[in-house]
């Protein structure tokens, strides 16, 4: 099973995050932000990855960010040499008023384009503006390129949901092995 693991302490933050590929979309996350681990439930639940993410600082958006930063590097540990994998996934997710569309490419060149807006400051108690932010920051550290494009939708925790959702599936199937090549005319990503 690929799994990954990355504990991470700072000044700011103390950061234990591991996922497993070959999950059943079991969560254990813990990061004191609800709406928060309500997302990272979702992107576990929907790509039936097992995630574990215990996260403590002292400001939401440390938090948050260090969290998002431990998950991208611990999805690069998991990959390995990235050997077999489709590398690329994407999927359209309805929530109720919402549709998200996230299309990724994990062949280590980082390029993120991000387009949602919020009708609210806040979502539930996870401030909007850090919203985009956080999903560049799992790009980054997990060497992707990320475009997520919320196409329609009214409810602003219907959009965040529709698009932690859609991130789930479509990571889950670009991490789906198809043999054992890394998946590169260059022979190496
Ligand atoms: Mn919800």
Redesign the pocket.
Known sequence: MRKGEVKRKTKETTIDVQITLEGSGEADVETGIEFFD?LLE?FAKHGRFDLVAKSQGDFEHHIAEDTMIALGKALNEALGDKGGIRRMGDATVPMDDSLALVALDLGGRVYTDIDVDFEKEKLIDLNSDLFVHLLETLASNAESNLHVDLLRGSND??KA?AIFKALGVALSEAVTEKGEEVPSTKGVV
């Open positions: 309500h979702s925790h219907h949901e």
